[in-house]
C-alpha cells in the first residue's frame, strides 16, 4: 500500500517560485514512479512531470518544460516538484500520484493519489 501526502501550494504572484512536496509511505519506494498532475474545474487531470525513482529519469509536459523540476526531495521519502516562472494559467489543484517501475502520462495509469494541493498564480 502506498500513501502520498502533497504540502507546499499556496497564492503566489506570476513570476514566482513555489515548490510542492509528495511525502510518500511505501515499503519500497525505489520501484515507484511518481507523477505530478494537474486539475481545474470541469477538465480532466493534466500530466506535469514523472520522475522514475529507481533510474532517475524524468519527463514533462511541454507547458511546463524549463520552467518546473521534478526530483527526489532531501527526505529520504519525499518527491519535490519545484516551480519557477510561474502564470496564471499553471493555477490547479496539484496531484502527486505513484505507479510501479515506469513513467505514465495518463492518469488512469497511476494507482495511488495524494489529496492535492491548490496553486493560484495571480497576474
Known amino acids: 500500500q502506498v500513501q502520498l501526502v502533497e504540502s507546499g501550494g499556496g497564492l503566489v504572484q506570476a513570476g514566482d517560485s513555489l515548490t510542492l512536496s509528495c511525502t510518500i509511505s511505501?515499503?519500497?519506494?525505489?520501484?515507484?514512479?511518481m507523477g505530478w498532475f494537474r486539475q481545474i474545474p470541469g477538465k480532466d487531470r493534466e500530466f506535469v512531470a514523472g520522475?522514475?525513482?529507481?533510474?532517475?529519469?524524468?519527463a514533462y509536459a511541454d507547458s511546463v518544460s524549463g520552467r518546473f523540476t521534478i526530483s527526489r526531495g532531501n527526505a529520504e521519502n519525499m518527491a519535490q516538484l519545484q516551480m519557477h516562472s510561474l502564470k496564471p494559467a499553471d493555477t490547479a489543484v496539484y496531484y502527486c500520484?505513484?505507479?510501479?517501475?515506469?513513467?505514465?502520462?495518463?492518469?488512469?495509469?497511476?494507482?495511488?493519489w495524494g489529496q492535492g494541493a491548490q496553486v493560484t498564480v495571480s497576474s
Open positions: 500520484a505513484a505507479r510501479y517501475l515506469t513513467i505514465a502520462y495518463k492518469s488512469a495509469d497511476y494507482l495511488y
Open positions: 520522475l522514475a525513482w529507481s533510474e532517475g529519469s524524468t
Open positions: 511505501a515499503r519500497t519506494v525505489s520501484q515507484l514512479a
